[in-house]
């Protein structure tokens, strides 16, 4: 039996956050449903052969693309691998992400500076914000754009996983889909019809990281520490991130070990590097 909207979403956010979250909320709100798809939502590694139709994903792209964008600069590109050489070399580049090449489409967002500066110079007018906040602006507007198209795919019934390891070998992506100066790639995404449910993973509870008037870190090693015995318990790690140089622990290895040890190497150090080669001052 199909359960109400509001209860059905009341469970999955206790799943999410651990703790009762909709409870008082009026069963009859328009929306429920929406919310519920997007609170149930994960990302998808697995999927059908079925290919994704060109079609569908310019519409997807139009449908994420009229997400909000700072002051109406529209500082975000999307480009789409349909040739088998550039998607056989973009899988390549992700090769730790094996999975990745099961995927039926991928695609990469990209933050995008070069249009503004261009239509300076077309009306004539100084480009004076040259500082770290031309960046900034970029790659906000394309992580805001590939939420929405996720969002947008996953209404359809595709599954969609972000891929942040374009970032690893940022030149070569820029590179390989003739990025100019002022454009770079902020993430991939691989999408496709799902093979199997995505599951719930379990997120910090909402007293760490949502706030009312001011930011609070009260409590916070002792919430994260909760929330790490209960998402191993519910969820646990099937492997442990490099046994070989920090050891294997029988138990506790939890989301704050993982993340702990996944960022104890180096990670993009030269993506500053990249950036500033193409075009941006960063100060």
């Keep these: 039996m199909t359960k109400p909207p509001l209860e059905d979403l009341g469970h999955a956010l206790a799943l999410r956050f651990g703790a009762p979250v909709a409870a008082d909320l009026d069963p009859g709100m328009p929306g429920l449903e929406a919310l519920c798809a997007m609170a149930r939502r994960g990302s998808h590694r697995r999927f059908q052969t079925r290919e994704v139709e060109e079609t569908l994903l310019r519409l997807l792209c139009a449908v994420a693309l009229s997400a909000p964008t700072k002051s109406d600069l529209q500082q975000r590109d999307i480009v789409i691998l349909r040739e088998p050489e550039q998607r056989r070399a ?3 580049m992700v090769a730790g992400q094996a999975w990745v090449r099961g ?3 991928m695609l990469i967002f990209c ?16 480009f004076v914000n040259d500082h770290l906040d031309a960046f900034f602006n970029a790659a906000v507007d394309a992580g805001i754009a590939l ?15 972000p891929v942040s390891a374009v970032r690893n070998r940022a030149r070569d992506v820029s590179e390989l889909l003739k990025l100019p100066d002022h454009i770079f790639p902020v993430a991939g995404l691989a999408v ?11 997120r910090l509870p909402l007293e760490t990281t949502v706030h009312v008037d001011r930011f609070s870190e009260d409590g ?4 994260v520490e909760a929330y790490d015995s209960a998402r191993a318990a519910a969820q646990p790690y099937e492997t442990q991130r490099f046994v070989e140089e920090l050891g294997a622990m029988e138990q506790g290895y939890g ?3 993982d993340k702990s040890r996944q960022y104890s190497r180096p990670e993009r150090a030269d993506f500053g590097a990249f950036v500033r080669e193409k075009g941006f001052g960063l100060t």
């Design 220 to 223: 916070l090693r002792g919430r």
């Design 103 to 105: 995927a039926p489409a």
């Design 90 to 92: 973009l899988d390549d």
């Design 255 to 257: 989301w704050s070990e």
């Design 192 to 202: 496709g019809w799902p093979l199997g449910d995505a599951e719930i993973s379990p």
């Design 147 to 161: 939420a929405a198209f996720v969002t947008a795919a996953e209404a359809l019934g595709l599954g969609c996983c």
């Design 111 to 126: 933050g995008n500076n070069r249009r503004q500066r261009q239509i300076h110079a077309w009306r004539g007018h100084p």
